[in-house]
């Protein structure tokens, strides 16, 4: 039994996941979400009354292993604070499940389960792609997400079932949305005063480009992946930042225009080579009297010669610093899209978590102040602004009414005889 706020390591998590894999290893769906948290399960259920984003999945509970097996979770002592997982070992756990069995692989980007074959001869291992939370602070967006998530759930487990396929199901994400609480001791658990929390460190350092002694790019994402021909997964996260397995021989760096050229070898089965490059510019503009670097277009070569070309919507940053965005990719719910501009763009989807880069003016070989893709004006602010002003012009309106007021120059003598004013007056 685990202690609640127990992170669960890589290692500790092959272990709990034995039950899958013994003693034959069986159908297995591995719902993949870009963004999950435990805390989403109570924040979500209790925040919006009956709208429940998570009908289905509470209906398959008995098949289901949320982010670790059922066996933790009914074990822990607390239904509000549960065991969580190490985001490495999530992030690696769909390379662990590929090295655990003999797996007849499938990838679902599409969501369209009514062409799904399944063949039961031999163990299945079912990718399904869920679409993306919203970013910011829009909360009603992200809660229908879920709840589309929660509906492509319930639509792929039912039709297994009544094909009569014996299957489990893994829940998870590549990162967490939102900051867990500490919970090394139990007194801990409850917020304290003027208490801040900060988000994980890195767990691997930005990939970096030099010319001689000196770095000329930075490049980090938490999560790089990308789907070709809706079907095919090739996860790059590994591979460019953890071993550092990919040739980045071919990327130029000048005061004007600079290039990141990352080339990998056979990533997934069917790809022999695949090369991806981000084109940046350094340009004066004469309007902020100042030079802004830019991203302007991203391009996907694969086996040399199939060439897939992306304009890019919106990223940039003043020449000195670096850019800054939670998601980006060719989904039309990312804050920044990439944008087809070919017909072979057509057939790659990009995901892209946390992205950061800059290529002008690195020194020491850190990324300088980011230039972030949110705006500082959020719904909220405007909204709060606007209020403001109403109420001050109110203020106002009601001070300057006061200030109007007069008083009368002569008043009635109750002892004498009325008073009497003329209507010239």
């Not at 109570?42 to 066996?71: D, H, R, V, W």
């Not at 792609?129 to 509906?151: H, V, Y």
């Not at 002694?213 to 996860?235: K, M, Q, R």
């Not at 909220?380 to 120059?409: D, E, K, P, R």
Request: glycine letters at 4%; aromatic letters at 10%; hydrophobic letters at 40%.
């Amino acid at each position: 039994a685990l202690h609640e706020g127990h992170i669960v390591s890589a290692e500790e998590l092959a272990v709990l996941l034995q039950p899958v894999f013994t003693p034959t290893p069986s159908n297995l769906v591995l719902f993949l979400q870009e963004r999950l948290s435990i805390d989403d399960f109570t924040y979500y259920s209790e925040s919006y009354g009956n709208k429940n984003p998570f009908q289905n999945i509470q209906a398959s509970i008995s098949f289901f292993y949320f982010l670790i097996c059922m066996e933790i979770l009914q074990s822990s002592p607390s239904s509000l604070v549960l065991p969580a997982v190490d985001c490495k070992a999530t992030r690696d756990l769909l390379s662990f499940l590929q090295a655990s069995g003999d797996w007849n692989l499938k990838n679902l980007t599409n969501l369209d389960i009514t062409q799904l074959e399944v063949n039961t001869a031999k163990p299945n291992l079912l990718v399904v792609q869920l679409q993306p939370l919203t970013s910011g602070l829009n909360e009603i967006s992200s809660l229908e997400a879920i709840a589309e998530n929660d509906k492509i759930i319930g639509r792929l487990t039912r039709d297994l079932q009544e094909r009569g396929i014996h299957f489990s199901v893994i829940y998870t994400a590549m990162r967490p949305s939102r900051i867990s609480r500490k919970t090394d001791v139990a007194w801990k658990l409850r917020r304290q005063l003027m208490a801040t929390e900060d988000e994980d460190s890195l767990s691997y350092p930005p990939l970096n480009v030099t010319t001689g002694n000196d770095t000329c790019i930075l490049f980090y994402a938490s999560n790089f992946s990308l789907v070709a021909n809706g079907s095919v997964l090739v996860e790059l996260t590994d591979a460019t930042f953890v071993t550092q397995s990919v040739d980045i021989s071919s990327s130029t760096c000048s005061d004007t225009n600079t290039t990141l050229s990352l080339k990998y070898t056979k990533p997934v089965n069917g790809i022999s080579s695949l090369e991806i490059r981000f084109i940046m510019t350094n340009r004066f503009y004469g309007g902020s009297a100042r030079n802004w670097f830019t991203l302007d277009s991203v391009e996907i070569v694969q086996d040399e010669e199939k060439l897939a070309k992306y304009n890019v919507s919106v990223i940039s940053a003043p020449a000195e610093y670096s850019f800054h965005c939670q998601l980006v990719g060719t989904s039309s719910l990312y804050p920044e899209r990439l944008i087809p501009s070919n017909t072979e763009a057509i057939n790659w989807n990009v995901f892209i978590s946390r992205f950061q880069i800059q290529g002008f003016n690195v020194e020491n070989g850190l990324f300088s102040y980011a230039s972030d893709c949110t705006g500082f004006f959020s719904p909220v602010i405007w909204m709060s602004l606007v209020t403001s002003v109403i109420l001050l012009w109110i203020l106002a309106y009601g001070v300057h009414m006061i200030m109007q007021l007069t008083t009368n120059s002569r008043f009635d003598d109750p002892k004498g005889p009325a008073l009497s004013v003329p209507q010239t007056e």
